[in-house]
């Protein structure tokens, strides 16, 4: 298909494995809204009459991948703010859970999904309720979502239904709509089993079964907090072993936070391919533990980042979990290079889409999404803007930057972000209208 578009920039960030720096770069984005060229200027091939050609001032580098997050919690946010994990659960989220209506999915996914793209991030993994809701808001946003219903049994959440009227939901919704829709595949689906600690092994077995029968992403919360599985460990040794035994695993399996991993633990995952979602500003917050994310990687182990929920973090912005994961790592191995600033600018981009099984997104390349963002330089954050050398530039990104430098955002080639504020949908009524639910659930 021809080149429709051309972006054009003094710097594009690839993100190929080596995380190169293109110096006058291109990206030629094509009517499907796919990349058919990223490259030098020099070397690119001649635009057809008619396409556009937006030249840009800054960098250009691919969407980022959210790999975990439960956003239509955006009006639970500051609730329970210094409760440990399994209390902050039982006393302020599940009982305020149980007081949103289906709608409230809607308004706290579309304020999310501003707040994501205005950050860069184009892709986030969801596990909530009222998915329907949800996908609804993306489209409006003109982002994109994998979406993992929340299949789980506890307390307060009764409302919504058993388990199994959760799960087949999902299987009906699968079986009609495919794993993949909407305009550019803006939409994926999958499942999430809450955890081992809210079902039990023979439901987890059955969901993980169903995935696996439909190709579908099994998303799921392993290992976060010491407390909250004293009965596994006790039983099967650890959730990851449990999982092996019930034969859960062998899928498309993506493990939120995975913090209490034994080495047997990490054996089991690479066995098995799993995939892990780390959430260190989550874990820190909630005093969750630090996941052994070095050991992750030696591993060969597929690991993205997560935000987590924005009641537990308390934003949505991949780049600060990117910092926070490399600081943790290098803290807890003592060494300044346990992650450079290239890797953690790949595992928000490249390896997040590989933790999640697409290829087709994170990455700068010929036939992946033009999910394509541009950051400002004119900032104290780049302090010889683009023309600093090669590591200084990468160091200023990924150390320096914030959300706030993203001035435009592009999905499927598609312009969503524009001078920092959404083209699509009005950010104050989105605001007004969780400030709503907020003081509803409040009272």
């Not at 969750?288 to 537990?312: C, I, K, Q, W, Y």
């Not at 991949?318 to 595992?347: H, K, N, Y």
């Not at 900032?379 to 001035?407: E, I, M, R, Y």
């Amino acid at each position: 298909m021809p080149v429709s578009m051309r972006l054009k920039a003094p710097v594009v960030l690839p993100c190929d494995a080596a995380c190169s720096v293109l110096r006058d770069a291109v990206v030629d984005i094509d009517e499907a809204g796919r990349i058919v060229h990223c490259g030098p200027i020099a070397d690119a091939p001649a635009l057809p009459a008619g396409a556009q050609v937006r030249e840009l001032t800054g960098i250009l580098l691919p969407g980022l991948i959210n790999t975990h997050a439960h956003t239509p919690m955006m009006p639970l946010r500051g609730l329970g703010g210094d409760l440990p994990l399994m209390r902050w659960l039982t006393e302020a989220v599940w009982p305020a859970e149980g007081r949103m209506v289906p709608r409230d999915s809607y308004d706290g996914m579309l304020l999310g999904s501003i707040e994501m793209l205005r950050a860069g991030v184009t892709t986030s993994v969801e596990m909530f309720f009222h998915g329907e809701h949800m996908v609804e808001a993306v489209l409006d946003t003109g982002g994109r979502v994998l979406l993992t219903p929340g299949i789980i049994n506890a307390p307060g959440l009764e409302r919504l239904g058993s388990w199994q009227d959760l799960t087949n939901h999902t299987t009906r919704w699968i079986d009609a709509d495919g794993l993949r829709f909407g305009p550019a595949d803006r939409v994926e689906l999958g499942y999430g089993p809450h955890s081992a600690y809210t079902l039990t092994p023979e439901i987890i077995a059955e969901v993980a079964q169903l995935s696996r029968d439909r190709g579908a992403l099994m998303h799921i919360h392993v290992a976060e907090g010491l407390q909250e599985d004293i009965a596994v460990r006790a039983e099967h040794g650890s959730v990851p072993q449990l999982l092996e035994k019930i034969g859960a695993l062998g899928g498309r399996v993506l493990a939120a936070h995975a913090v209490h991993l034994s080495d047997t633990d990490l054996d089991i995952f690479r066995r098995h391919d799993v995939a892990v979602a780390h959430c260190p500003n989550s874990n820190a917050k909630l005093a969750s533990g630090t996941a052994r994310l070095l050991d992750m990687r030696a591993g060969n182990l597929r690991v993205g980042l997560g935000t987590d929920g924005p009641a537990s973090n308390d934003d949505l912005d991949i780049w600060d979990e990117a910092r926070q994961a490399a600081l943790f790592a290098r803290l807890g191995a003592d060494d300044a290079a346990a992650l450079t600033a290239p890797q953690a600018l790949l595992m928000a981009t490249r390896e997040g889409a590989q933790a999640i099984g697409r290829p087709d997104l994170g990455a700068l390349e010929a036939g992946r999404w033009a999910d394509v963002v541009h950051v400002d330089v004119d900032s104290p954050a780049f302090p010889l803007g683009t023309s600093a050398p090669d590591v200084q530039l990468l160091s200023n990104l990924v150390w320096s930057s914030a959300a706030s430098q993203v001035t435009e955002v592009w999905v499927a080639g598609e312009l969503v972000v524009s001078g920092h504020e959404p083209t699509r949908v009005d950010r104050g009524k989105a605001q007004a209208e969780v400030r709503r639910i907020a003081e509803r659930i409040s009272g």
